[in-house]
């Protein structure tokens, strides 16, 4: 599911002021054909004061698993990702691209993963003013495939039990889950990102297939479980 995290700061006063942007997009994919750079674009949603914001940028470890760590990227040379400029000065109603590059020459033998964030800057309040500042972080993820991607997902299930395990070298998306009873009345069955190596169980409602809506880096397709 897409991930979407929006940070609100709030001081308490009479009054309010916002601080307003917002991406094109929040999931950008490296395709593995041509994975050396992609772009984000930044708007400013005012039509009357310029967006100042930051950029940070996470690199996502064990993406899935319960030891998932996210480092500070404080050296594009050492994680060969680099995300620049580093802030941005957007215009009224204006808008500003943010370029990704993924520096690793050689490539990768397993998926990277990143997080960047986007946090709109407000200058600083006087002592005599009194507002409510609300701000909001956006943050996008990026995905950056290995040279050769491998699509591997086991899904077994045993009655009611549903298991799913991605054994490639890329995640797999399921969405769309569906389970549909003998007499045609159907119910939603959660789905989940499945980075390498991630595994999801669920006890389903019915002892019946189970549908879902994959989506990897060689694209998307309908997966049925028996």
């Not at 395990?165 to 045609?184: A, Y």
């Amino acid at each position: 599911m897409t991930r979407l995290i929006a940070t609100l700061f709030l001081l308490f006063a009479a009054g309010d002021l916002t601080a307003g942007i917002y991406l094109d997009r929040i999931i950008v994919k490296f395709s593995p054909e041509d994975r050396n750079r992609q772009d984000i674009v930044v708007f400013n949603d005012s039509s009357s004061d310029n967006a100042f914001v930051e950029i940070s940028v996470l690199e996502v470890v064990n993406p899935g698993q319960e030891n998932e760590e996210m480092v500070p990227v404080t050296d594009p040379r050492k994680s060969q990702f680099l995300v620049t400029p580093a802030k941005l000065v957007i215009p009224p109603d204006g808008k500003k691209q943010v370029r990704l590059v993924d520096m690793k020459k050689n490539g990768s033998d397993s998926e990277r993963v990143f997080r960047v964030t986007f946090t709109p800057v407000l200058p600083p309040l006087t002592e005599e003013s009194s507002m409510i500042r609300v701000v909001v972080s956006y943050q996008s993820l990026i995905l950056i495939p290995p040279d050769s991607v491998e699509t591997d997902l086991h899904a077994y299930r045993e009655a009611n039990l549903l298991t799913l395990t991605n054994k490639g070298n890329s995640f797999v998306m399921l969405e769309d889950g569906k389970q549909c009873d003998p007499s045609g009345q159907c119910v939603d069955v959660p789905g989940k990102r499945l980075y390498a190596g991630n595994r999801l169980q669920l006890t389903l409602p019915h002892d019946a297939p189970v549908t879902y809506q994959t989506t990897t880096y060689n694209g998307v397709k309908k997966l049925t479980i028996d």
